[in-house]
């Protein structure tokens, strides 16, 4: 599939997390582990311009998708989808064949992108017990997977 948008995607070195903690808190997601081990975090940039922050978790054959978030001055441009396709290039790089996620008012936009809402039941031990799906207030968010 082809996104209008492309982006180049860095890996996020420790010191710059500060910057994906501001970027998730304005959009009003959760950062309490972003300083942890187990996520890794990308950059992405267009043009040479900061384009937004995402985040993968991989166990076992299974991945997470979290901390997914386009900078305000490249929203709606297809920069989000590309971002998207990165990370699921990066977790099939790594062995996963599906990935999950949680999201508040973002369903529609995943959807677009293949993602279908799942049983939060069926959703494997080791993406239950992440950070995502225990933080306050998860429960009440859409849970989605794609087979890559």
Partial sequence: MAYAAQ??????????????????????????????????FWRFERDDVPAGFAGLEVHGKDALLRSLVTLPPVRLRGVGAAMVAKIETEAIARGATAIYLTTGDGAAFFAKLGYEVCD??????????????????????????KAM
């Fill in 120 to 145: 939060r039941a069926g959703v494997p031990a080791l993406i239950a017990a992440t950070s995502p799906f225990a933080a306050p207030g998860a429960a009440a968010a859409t849970v989605m997977t």
């Fill in 7 to 40: 982006v180049f995607a860095q890996p996020l070195a420790t010191w710059e997390r500060d910057g994906l903690k501001a970027a998730l808190l304005r959009a009003g997601l959760p950062v309490d582990d972003i300083d942890g081990d187990g996520p890794l």
